[in-house]
């Protein structure tokens, strides 16, 4: 996968939480990557084999709203997006993410 | 009175368009755009419930992101859904085709070898044994290329459904 400065801040926020359960809408917000380029990456990753996807449980939502889907990271996803941030740190071209790399 | 009255008006209309913009607009509009995915697409449900995360004041922009996300997203895989659907209708068509023509080929070669028996018991010569030898070797290169075509096709169709 071609670096960018968008794949960079998307795996800096997965890899914030490794093990967590992470969300579309959130992931665009903290990352600062716009839906339109982060929707379109989540599929590669899913295409990957670097996350995996499901849907919230129904029955634990509380307010009236469909569920909704959230991505996993895998263990070859976790391994690929490590490498991704440790090239990036190397790379001068992402010196602006480089307090975030941190 | 007159200006009380003009103005509890607009008051009302600003709210009714506010109550249009922030509340009913952005869920109708972006269940429109979720449309230029294709049917089944996981991504038409999750983008609708990911409305429900976004602040109320944020979520015209966001509807309006979603427009770029559904052109450049679900109007490719809609286009390449209905190639896929083409493809392979006109692969099932061929497997039909080549599967009439096994059928044809082996009730040809049952005739042969039946015509072979019949030759072999002196129930009947017909034609001469060499022609009979030379249409079964014939019919049995033509049962293994139609059987050959057929699995050519009935991997190409467990390819385009892989994909």
Known sequence: MRMTHALIAVAIEIMDDPTGRHWGYALSRASGVRSGVLYPMLSRFLDEGWVTDGWEDPAT???????????????EGRRALGTVLMEAGRDARFGALRWRLA | MMAELIGAIEVWSTFLIALIVFGLAPGVVLRLIVTMYPRNDSRRKEIVAELYAVPRTERPFWVVEQLEVAVFEGLPRRRKKRRLKAELAELAAEKQRFAAELMSIEERLKS????????????????????????????????????ADLDRVNAEVVGRVGE
Do not use: C, F, N
Not at chain 1, 64 to 71: Q, T
Not at chain 2, 132 to 143: A, I, K, P
């Open chain 2, 112 to 147: 042969v070898r039946d015509d072979i028996d019949d030759e072999m018991h002196g129930a009947g010569v017909y034609r001469d044994s060499g022609d009979l030898t030379s249409d079964l070797l014939w019919l049995q290169d033509e049962e293994r290329r139609v059987v």
């Open chain 1, 61 to 75: 939502i509380r307010k009236k709203r469909p569920p909704r889907r959230y991505y996993e990271l895998t263990d």
